[in-house]
């Protein structure tokens, strides 16, 4: 059974670009999380979709960045425009209903010269 | 806010020892509490998973525990090898109905010597 599959693994773009990240989850899990790792601030939840529907993007930083769900089987997280402060590992999780755990991808490298 | 914490950041111990991860938390009403493993580069494996009526799970040399009332959890790792080396990351879901993500520790960097 294929894991939580993100793309691209690496990017690495100039400040002011627009910047996609994909995510494609475990089949049959309800619940989606888009997660951002830095060596300041640790893991930190961005926001999480239940059933396609996003719950709660209190943690997403600022206007410029926008997550979509438009069906079961994908999310993107995008940063328009990107800053040389987004450079992250940014990680993508799903989750099946009820008291699982996540599974997480191998997340999408960034870096914003 | 709550907040996860994880003693030590680093711990280095020679090969055949079992060791003991601390993680704490500042609020009791979780939902569960998860323990994960990252290495280098990579993403991060589930290791285990404690729901709140629980006290402890038990995977291979791994045992977890859990104290609610004392906000604390501990990773056990018995008879520890050179492949155990890696980050350890402790992760709470505080929301009711588990829906809501998870809070991380800072990580332990664990390293076993050969």
């Known amino acids: 059974d294929a894991g939580v599959i993100q793309s691209p693994r690496h990017e690495v773009t100039e400040m002011g670009q627009e910047v996609t990240l994909r995510c494609k989850p475990i089949?049959?899990?309800?619940?989606l999380f888009w997660y951002r790792q830095t060596m300041m601030r640790g893991l930190e939840l961005l926001i999480y979709?239940?059933?396609?529907?996003?719950?709660?993007d209190s943690g997403m930083p600022e206007d410029r960045f926008s997550a979509k769900m438009p069906n079961a089987s994908f999310s993107t997280l995008k940063i328009q425009p990107s800053e040389p402060r987004d450079s992250a590992v940014y990680f993508c999780?799903?989750?099946?209903?009820?008291?699982?755990?996540?599974?997480f991808g191998d997340g999408t490298r960034l870096s914003i010269l | 806010k709550q907040e996860v914490t994880q003693i030590p950041a680093a711990l280095s111990v020679p090969e055949g020892e079992n060791l003991v991860l601390n993680c704490s938390f500042t609020?009791?009403?979780?939902?569960?509490l998860q323990w994960f493993r990252q290495d280098p580069g990579k993403g991060l494996t589930s290791l285990l998973l404690?729901?709140?009526?629980?006290r402890e799970q038990t995977s291979g040399r791994l045992n977890a525990s859990l104290d609610k009332s004392s906000g604390r959890s501990t990773l056990y790792i018995a008879a520890s090898q050179p492949g155990d080396s890696a980050t350890y990351l402790c992760?709470?879901?505080f929301g009711g109905g588990g829906a809501d993500g998870l809070t991380f520790g800072k990580g332990t960097h664990l390293i076993i010597q050969p």
């Open positions: 979709f239940n059933n396609n529907v996003p719950i709660d």
């Open positions: 992760a709470v879901s």
């Open positions: 404690i729901q709140s009526s629980q």
């Open positions: 609020d009791s009403a979780i939902y569960n």
């Open positions: 089949s049959g899990h309800d619940y």
């Open positions: 999780a799903s989750r099946a209903w009820g008291n699982q755990p996540q599974h």
